[in-house]
Every structure is written in C-alpha cells, then in structure tokens.
C-alpha cells in the first residue's frame, strides 16, 4: 500500500512538472498561432515579392537578391546565378549538428527548447523561385524593415562583415553565420521570422513557435492574391 502511494505521488509530481507544462505550452501556441496581428497601414504600394518557405519545423525568410543590400550580399561569397536568398536564424547546436531529420538527437531537440542556447544564421542561394514557398506582396519600405531585421541578427567583424562559421554547411549553396541573440522554448527559429513580419507590418501570428500559425496567415494571404 505504502508503495502504491509513493508511486501515485512520483506520478501526480511528475505530471505537474513535465506533461502539464508541455500541455500548457503546446495549447498556447495553438491559440495564439491562430490569432493573428493587426499590422498597421503602410503608404506605398505593395509591388514587390518576398517569399516564406517551411521544411516542416523550420520557416526562412526568402529575399530576391534584387532587394538586398549589395554590400550585404557581397560578403555571402554570391554565385552569379543566384536570384534569392533564403535566410533563417536557429540554434547553433541543432544547425550544425542536424543536416537531416533522420540525424536529430533528442538531446539535441531538449537542449534547444529548455535551455538558452547560442545561435546561428543559415543563408541559402537559389536560382529560381522554388514550388513550395508562399509569396508575400510587399512594399519598399517593407523590404527596408525585414532588411534591418535579417542583417542586424548576424554577427559581423569591425568592417561589419557576417562572421562566417567555416566548413558548417550542407551543401556548395549554403552557408551559416554568428548570430546575435539565444534559442529558448519561447523564442524559436520561427518566432525570430514572425518577429520580422511583425516589424514590416505583415500580419502573422501573435505567438507562433511551431510553423503551422506562421504558414497559416501567408497562406490565407496568398490565396488572397489569387481573388
């Protein structure tokens, strides 16, 4: 009897620390990826295209390189083909270590959510706009925000060149960089391109971490475009 209870109160101990927490967060992103913002107005006219693009946990930030800045693109070791960049902001530790998903450790995925974690920028080159990114009607003024978001996330030298991390990626079309800032359960990768489109006016989620609140709102958008 005496072991019955003792078991009961590891068990009701451990539900208030681990799964409650874990219900708590998971339903409150829910809410709040479904809610979206109220982005102001902006005078100008909406006559560019940037693009989101998701790998199933992880949203980027899709720029033309016709709409970044060209002293910014000069330090990404630019091929001459390339007409877009795809720029996400991560845990360092997830990013280096986890070229696939099949190589994801859940050591990994803990330390990353429960632990303030140093972080990394992963720039992509692309030649051509790809199948399933979401577009997103911009204006100028817009691209000059997300431009001062994407470039003040990286790290860069005394000339004020991206702090590249050598030999890191996956591919001849990838790099990753010194980020600023820490990766927590509260701010994630995909919080990081909310934070940007909040900051452009872009209407997004209130509080997304998961892609799903993030992809709903540009999806709706998109789908907008087509009326």
């Known amino acids: 009897m005496k072991m019955l209870i003792f078991l009961l109160k590891i068990l009701k101990w451990a539900f208030l620390i ?12 829910a809410l709040l990826s479904y809610w979206g913002t109220n982005p102001k107005k902006l005078d100008c006219a909406a006559d560019q295209t940037i693009y989101i693009s998701s790998n199933g946990m992880h949203i980027d930030l899709i720029m033309p390189t016709a709409s970044l800045p060209s002293n910014f693109i000069g330090h990404l070791s630019p091929k001459l083909s390339t007409q877009y960049y795809a720029i996400g902001w991560g845990d360092k530790g997830f990013y280096l270590d986890t070229p696939t998903w099949a190589e994801l450790k859940a050591s990994t995925a803990m330390t990353a959510m429960l632990m303030k974690s140093p972080t990394a920028m992963h720039v992509t080159q692309f ?3 790809q199948p399933d990114w979401i577009p997103i009607k911009v204006c100028s003024e817009q691209i000059t925000i997300l431009n001062q978001h994407i470039i003040g996330t990286f790290e860069t030298d005394a000339n004020g060149a991206p702090l590249e991390i050598l030999n890191a990626g996956y591919t001849p079309e990838d790099r990753f960089y010194e980020a600023h800032g820490n990766y927590t359960g509260i701010r994630t ?9 909040k900051k ?6 209130r509080w997304s971490p998961f892609v799903f ?3 709903h709102h540009a999806e709706k958008q998109a789908a907008e475009l087509l009326e």
């Open 189 to 197: 990768c995909n919080i990081w391109v909310s934070q940007g489109l």
């Open 18 to 29: 681990v799964v409650l927490p874990v219900v708590l967060y998971i339903g409150l992103a």
């Open 213 to 215: 609140g993030i992809l």
């Open 200 to 205: 452009a006016s872009i209407k997004t989620s």
């Open 127 to 129: 030649k051509a706009v």
